[in-house]
């Protein structure tokens, strides 16, 4: 009996092979480059796939919500770092989740550093979050006043210890010279780093996006990396160009409800609520919400020509289908789609099936 | 002690009174009209919002999955139909929940309807989907051969018990003729009664978008109005012009992480996981992602100068501030966002909190 038989409606399916293939790929490549591989778990967000991923030698990973380090706490990861400028709100949880677990904050600004100074009960270690151009968050580059006020802040207490400097460089995600972004945030980081390293000899600086770390080979005496996606990759990383479309390791099953050959259009039950809804746009203006693979028994392949999602609502996908897909498929068959944002689509479904039929859990689907 | 004083993450916020009086507006509507108010719940998802729902004489729901009418079954609905094209895999389990909920599905092809002819155990009702113009899904108007064929595969079996047309003319969330729809759909559904209606003088249509259900005045003789967003509304629906925002009856709580005075932004714990990805584009190009509301005791108010999300990624929100909120804001502070798709916003929670800090179901956060 096939995985296949047990599905009836969306379901994600996981590539254990594919998955640990991308593992392996950027554990080998942090080591040829003499760094630490510190995987961001808001992609797969599963103790599963960080058992998998503890085969390679990962030792600590990323998160970036507290609810995510909740989960993932307590599953023997040396360190969890919450990459996401610290919400002082949740001290409290830190407190509860810091008094078992070796975890590690974002930190951005004198506030929240002085919130944690003054409420934190055991000891937990920060990054300092730096811009160098991405614009979305973080302290910038050039404003050493800031970034000294934290480590000031951060000295006068004895639970804040400050680790590094941590740069997420995500305009490597619309911006197409990847090696130019990577010169920018390697000075950045090599700077930093040479100015404070007399008073913290053992700071560590650490990068932090899947189109880089999957495209560059030169990252100079940056110490950590820290991709997320590349665990799945998807439409939008096979686009940059970080991975090719057989890197995928994740794909959502969807029931075929209705075929029109006439529009050369199927419809499937696979919408937002599954997908999540990134899309790609082509240069000739065309919305892609994921394209279609073939399933069997042993996974899926992809087809020599494109179909893809032209449309999506809630629960609706429209499918704008190839001749060679619409001369093979009928009503009741299964489709396969690639994401073009996975973890959004990992985040939507809450849960994986793998290619032998077992349930991998996902932080999401355990969250009642 | 507030309900706020319990939240220190993104919470979705659910305002009763304003919920009730948007489903009262309704229902008090369809009355003058002398039409029956089937509320399309693939929105609230509820079975708290459905004993509300209930005291205002809704007596039925629409759904759009198997899954959401296996979580509504058994509540006391009179029936449950799920507006989405039947897909044949989940046969099984429309004869488990037949077996003792009244429920009507969608049919738009022959294959289906004979699947369902060959399987079915129980008694299921079915609309068949009407196209008059949307171009998602449905029968063409015109496509009489495909509609009676499906009307005699249904007739040789005695479970299938055809109950009337559907329409869902989406094109109103995008198209600006809201009237000009209105009457095309009206035409269609009117012509199809009056040829059907010898043979199934019962025959019900029903017509199920909520621009037009808020917005028409005339629905001539079309029976059913089946609208699902306006138990919330959204930004998007006062864009249309469906309700004003203070009709809005969510809002999704987000702590304050960070703030710069210089850029005017505000970074919040709130992104594409927790709203979802709906957006909207104003004629300067301006990506909205939700719109800013301040949060109080009672519940929230509207600011003067709008400030709004001007960009998301997953967890993830940059507010474009107003002077007035800089002046105001600090960190550590709850803002709220009125969502730009309730339905997507509500499903990617999970579960509301009332005014009074207690939880309302929703299917998604129950699925576990």
Redesign the interface.
């Known amino acids: 009996m096939s995985y296949l038989d047990q ?3 969306p379901t994600l399916l996981l590539d254990e092979k594919i998955c640990r293939a991308n593992i392996k790929r950027m554990a080998d490549k942090a080591a040829r480059h003499d760094m630490k591989l510190v995987p961001h778990f ?1 992609t797969a967000q599963s103790h599963q796939i960080g058992d998998w991923a503890k085969e390679y030698n990962i030792t600590e990973v990323t998160v ?4 995510m380090a909740e989960y993932l706490s307590g599953q023997g990861w040396v360190n969890i770092h919450i990459a ?7 001290i ?2 830190l407190n509860k989740i810091a008094a078992k677990q070796s975890i590690s904050v974002q930190l ?2 004198a ?2 550093t002085q ?1 944690l100074a003054d409420q934190l009960e055991s000891s937990v270690g920060f990054f300092i979050e730096i811009d160098a151009g991405y614009g ?2 973080g302290v910038e580059v050039t404003d050493f006043g800031l970034i000294e006020e934290i480590m000031l802040i951060a000295k006068k207490s004895d639970k804040l210890k400050f680790k590094g400097f941590y740069l997420h460089p ?1 305009h490597t995600y619309y911006m197409p010279d990847i090696p130019a972004i990577y010169e920018q945030s390697r000075n950045a980081l090599g700077m930093l780093k040479n100015k404070y390293s007399t008073e913290f000899p053992n700071l560590v600086s650490r990068i932090g996006d899947t189109p880089g770390c999957a495209v560059m080979e030169d990252f100079e005496d940056i110490d950590e990396m820290g991709p997320g996606n590349f665990v799945f990759y998807d439409l939008m990383q096979a686009e940059l160009g970080g991975c090719e479309k057989r890197d995928i390791a994740v794909c959502l099953a969807v ?1 075929v ?3 029109k050959k006439n529009r050369k259009e199927i ?1 499937v ?1 696979g919408g ?2 599954h997908l ?3 899309v790609l746009v082509g240069e000739n203006g065309l919305k892609n919400f994921g394209e279609v693979v073939y399933l069997n028994e042993n996974g899926w392949t992809i087809p020599e020509k494109k179909s893809f999602l032209k ?1 999506i ?4 996908g ?1 499918i704008k289908a190839s001749d060679e897909l619409l001369a093979k498929v ?3 068959d ?1 489709l396969g789609i690639l994401p073009v944002h996975s ?2 689509t990992a ?2 479904m ?1 849960e994986y099936i793998t290619l032998d039929g077992k349930k991998v859990d996902h932080a ?5």
Chains 1, 2 share one sequence.
Not at 64 to 67: N, P, T
Not at 313 to 316: F, K, L, P, V, Y
């Open positions: 599905i009836t409606s808001k970036s919500s507290i609810k996401f400028p610290f919400n002082p709100l949740e409290p949880k951005i600004n506030e929240t919130m979305r968050t995500g029931p409800v209705d075929i419809l039950h937002g609520v999540a809804k990134d449309s609502s809630q629960e609706h429209i009928k009503v009741g299964l973890c959004m985040d939507a809450g999401e689907g355990a969250r009642v």
